[in-house]
């Protein structure tokens, strides 16, 4: 059964960076595609960022690119995601996911067909 655990996030200001990190237990966790979402209030959950099963190949939203990026280390169970020049816009809860999913298909609207989330972390940026 695999896990996720998400950590990282608090109340930062707007212009700085933040890493958000995701621990992700259980033996086949590496067969997963991983990736990031987030849910702002009263908004849907919106996809981020997705990262193939190896880390080799990545792929972002539109609305990502250029100021997130996603990482994962399977020696160490972890995948993060970095976050730069923070904007108030980005205060949401961010949610880590895995999935048999190609990475390449995840959507905002195709996020019912992953199989396993996190509880979330918030993030709270302020100017």
């Known amino acids: 059964q695999v896990q996720l655990v998400e950590s990282g996030g608090g109340f930062v200001q707007a212009g700085a960076s933040l890493n958000l990190s995701c621990l992700i237990s259980?033996?086949?966790?590496?067969?997963?595609?991983l990736g990031w979402f987030r849910q702002a209030g009263g908004q849907e959950r919106e996809f981020l960022a997705a990262v193939s099963w190896d880390g080799d190949d990545t792929y972002y939203s539109d609305s990502a690119k250029g100021r997130l990026t996603i990482s994962r280390d399977n020696a160490k169970n972890t995948m993060t995601l970095l976050i730069n020049s923070l904007k108030l816009g980005d205060t949401a809860v961010y949610y880590c996911?895995?999935?048999?999913?190609?990475?390449?298909?995840?959507?905002?609207?195709?996020?019912?067909?992953?199989?396993?989330w996190g509880q979330g972390t918030l993030v709270t940026v302020s100017s």
């Open positions: 996911a895995a999935g048999h999913l190609d990475g390449r298909m995840w959507s905002t609207s195709n996020r019912g067909l992953l199989e396993i």
């Open positions: 259980g033996r086949t966790f590496s067969r997963y595609s």
